[in-house]
């Protein structure tokens, strides 16, 4: 039985008419696997409930911030009580004092943080606090890893070993991304070329410490602390973005899970609990140079808002607690096992991954180390599984180059429920 979409058909047709393609950021419209999406009328737990009355066990929570599941009760009841006493003061407030405390207690690298609306704010600010304590302004970022949209991070991938400053983007200035420069993720030896040539004119090298904007890309043994060694080398400062892997590969972030000590971090999604939130941290002397303590401007009307950090510190709370991470983790490893588990039945030569709550599964038989190696992955296939998977209730990220996320509100028996689902769904769509 096909799923019936039709209210959702209607909602957006008339979107369409009134939001660019009909949604507020691109990958919601479906487009990399076709059809309609469902429009969500509310969730709770690990489910999602479109308006069209269909269920789902949903693996993408908003992309990642949802740790908890939706709706988590003690979320719910904080910011209901928070909101009781106002929204929003443009003024200081100790949730954000506690929200840096904690932060700063999760992870060693960061002595002082700020806190920002989005990831992308995070990250265009720490580039440019990375670019005046170097006095430098190129940047190396890696292809494949998304860091938001802002000029300087919106670059082309290119095929080469580099892929100096071509722009991604219309509206993008060559100027600015001309700064950028492009390396393929895990290419130590192609980050050591940059250097060797751009060296003296390097303020950061920007990295996700697990690629999980290209489908999930673990990074090769010895590339993190390498690019640690180099950064060091030659005084440029290596930003660890962890937007979405803070809270998701470990408690403490892939540089807890790593042992890789960054200058700056940037942060967001599980931080905000599911409100929109961003953080940049690092050390104490490169932090100093931050307004008013010093002369690099970033402010926002909204930043540090009570509602995000109640959110955000509530869910830390509850992820914290004996067991909770730890029970997140096994729940991803319970669904990587059983997806492998289909796959060799079914004598497809496609395996699943997991590093913390983050899975990942490439429709190529190759090692996916890059972004040319996931660009090997049958996207026609993804996208008839993951049709196949929506209409047995199982909502993954609509892209073959998205990770998977899992919850504390899943259960074994919604993961092996799951398992059942791609076992039939594989059989249908294999060809
Ligand atoms: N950095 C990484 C690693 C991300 O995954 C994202 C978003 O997915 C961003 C930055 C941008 O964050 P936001 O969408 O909150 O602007």
Known sequence: MPLDLSRS???FEASQRVIPGGVNSPVRAFRAVGGTPPFIARGSGCLLYDVDGNAYIDYCLSWGPLILGHAHPEVVAALQEAATRGTS???????ELRMAEKVIECLPSVEVVRMVNSGTEATMSAIRLARAYTGRTKVIKFIGCYHGHHDAMLVR?????????????PGVPAAAAAETISVHYNDLAGVEAVFRQFGEQIAAVIVEPVAANMGLVLPEPGFLEGLRRITREYGALL???EVLTGWRVAYGGAQAYYGVDPDLTTLGKV?????PVGAYGGKREIMALVAPSGPVYQAGTLSGNPLA????LTTLEVLGRPGNFERVVALTERLVRGLNQVLEELELPYRARSVGTLFGLFFTPERVVDYATALTADTRLFSRYHH????????LAPSQFEAGFMSLAHTEAEIDATVAAAAEALREVRG
């Open 9 to 11: 058909k209607a909602l």
């Open 89 to 95: 003061f443009g003024a200081p407030t100790e949730l």
């Open 157 to 169: 991938a290119g095929s080469g070993a580099t892929d100096l400053g071509v722009p991604d983007s």
């Open 239 to 241: 930003i660890f973005d």
């Open 271 to 275: 931080i905000g609990g599911g409100l």
């Open 309 to 312: 950090m109640t959110a955000g």
């Open 388 to 395: 196949a998977m929506l209409k047995r209730g199982i909502y």
